[in-house]
Structures are given as structure tokens and as C-alpha cells.
């Protein structure tokens, strides 16, 4: 631990604990209002904050929540509620603090000394496996970026400029101008060998308890889909398909039109791979067949599992070979066959089978599981090499 940030407004209670924090050789910023603490939160990463409760106001917890909110935007930290209304705070929900319960911990000023807070504090750093891996890949991924800024500086601007222009195009193509900054990342970081045996060594320790299928289905979520905001429509994008006229959904289906086509404003449709829920009996599946879905050796069905829809986590399946199109609506551009007249996006209204049709975007299947569902529909063979983490279900 070598930074904290304590957000208190009792000087008694800020002296006590930078005294305790400097002793130790931990550096500690402290702040007694507001717009100080906002500014410190937006200059610097911390190991670890300490929160007044009543901060700043004596019988309201409205700015202490509110700096929750920041911190969430903005750090990946554990936040320690120091306070005399320890009650209050336990009395939050985790919807109400909005932050996760597991990175925050209250404690009364009158049970606990400043030292035994900053051994709590230190003791939570040490069993939260998500903080430990955060304190290595944010060192060495601003390290590594750093260079590669330098490695680009070695270029003239117009040489730089007339690369990157070439790869955005005149289609916004952000994603791949992007790809050249990740990977010269990824390359610099993976032959980072003090990187790599500080990851090792910190998996290397965690023991493995009794599997939570539904804590896993969760986690599954977060790897194999991007849950973007983005008006944009990409390759990959799973998505709902509703009737504009009263929102009733007719259908979901992913996305598989390359994005040099979306990117292109040539490109008048959207190809779409039907998808449906595994549940769904129009399917006809028996135990036999969906063995063999899960297992994503069947040929016509890939699944798609755990997607987070209204009702929670639902395991669906694209229909290989079942195809939707979709034309965007509005076009201004030609009387015989006319040509889009921009990108496609989520605003837009589209036609399907002559009906008025919008798309909402649920989730985005991320590499490398995108590439394997493409080779999957386009070869019926699946790729090698996939880390299988599916099986975790």
C-alpha cells in the first residue's frame, strides 16, 4: 500500500490518521471539503480511501454518497467508512450506496484506532483478488504506454497521420485505428517477464473453493459479451428486433455483416443470425441435442449462453441457418437502387419484411469467442485454442 486518500472534515481525525499512514511509510492525501476532494479524486489513483460518513454535512450522508458515485466513475478502489454513524451505514443497501459491497466496509470511530483500521484496510488488499491484479496491470499498462507513445513520437507526423488516416477511412473507423494502440500494448506487456510472474504468483495463491453455478454464469457474462453503449451498429452485436409501431419484440438475432460493410456507406443491410432462447419450444430440442449445443458440437445451433435480458441470465442459441435482413428505412440517395446514406445506428428505423422495425442492442460478443462463433457459421468447424471457460458451467 502506498497511497490513501482520507476524505474527513474532523481535523483531530485527519491528524490521527496521516500521522498513523506517514509513520508507516504510506503516502496520505487528505481532505476536509468538497471541492478538494473531488479534485483529488480526479488527479491521482489510491490504494485505498477512508470516507467520513456525515461528510461536510452533520445529519446527511447526500455528499458522501455522491463522492461514492465519482470514485466508481473513476477508481477501482476500496472505500473504508470511518464514522460515528455506523448505523446508517450498515443500514444501505448496495443499490442505494452504488458500490460494490465487497469494496466497502464501515467501522465506528469509537471501536477502532487508527492503526488497527490501517491493518484492516491492508488485510482487505490482500485477500481481494480483483485489487491485487488491479495494482499490477495499472502500473505496468501506464509503464508500457508510456513507450509506446515514444515508439510513435519516432515517426514524423505526416508519416503517423497518413497510416492512422488510411486505417480510419471516411466511415469513423475508430475500432481499428484503436487496434494499432492495443496492439503494440498487448505486445510490450506480454514480453514484460516482472509482469507476467507478478500475475502468476498472485493466481498461483488463490485457492479454489466449491463452484457457485450461478455466481459463474455471472462471470461468463462479463467475458464473453461487451455491454456497450455505442449508437453505432457493429459485427457481433446481439439485438433485439421490435416493431416500431408498439415495441413488441419479433425477434433476436446477432449481427454478422462485417464491419468494413457497416463502416461502408455503400451498405443499404444488415445481415442477422437468428437467435433464440434455448428454452424456446418452437425448437424441439431433447437432452440429447442440447448436450450437444452446450458442448458446441452441434451443426446448426451455437450457443449463446448466460445473456442478461429483463428477466435475468438466459442461455440462447443462434439458429446457423436461419437468416434475417434488414434495410434501413430513409433513403435519399438514388431512385433505382440507392445506396445508404449513412452508417447504420440503433436511432434508426429499419424494414423487415416490409414492416417498420427498430434494433436494440442487448450485448456485444467479444474476441476471441466472436471469431469462433464466425468460423463456426461460416465453416461448421470451431476454432482451436479458445480458452474453454464455458465449462465452468
Known sequence: MKRVLIIEDNEETISNLESEFKNSGIDAVCCSDYENAEIAINNNIYDAVILDWYFVLPDSNQISIRILQQLKESHFVPVFVYTGQLTDFENKTEEELQYPK?????????SITPENLKKEIQSLIERNLALKISMAYRSRIHHHLEKIFFELNDSENNALGNILKTIYGDGDNIDWNNDIILTLLHRSIISDDEFTKKIKDILVSVNIQDNNREFNRKILNKILYHHGKSDYVRNGDIVTIKDASNNNTLAYG??????????????????IIEVRKLDDNTLGLNNDMRTQIRKYSHQSLFSLPSIYTDNGLTDFVAVLKHKIIVHEKD????????????RFQYSHTYILNAQDVKMNLICSIVNPYKAEFLQKLHTNNSRVGIPDIKDLL
Open 254 to 271: 446477432i449481427v454478422v455483416t462485417p464491419d468494413c460493410d457497416l463502416e461502408n456507406k455503400s451498405c443499404r443491410q444488415i445481415q
Open 102 to 110: 465487497n469494496l466497502i466496509r464501515g467501522f465506528g470511530k469509537e
Open 331 to 342: 433513403i435519399d440517395n438514388g431512385p433505382s437502387f440507392p445506396k445508404s446514406s449513412r
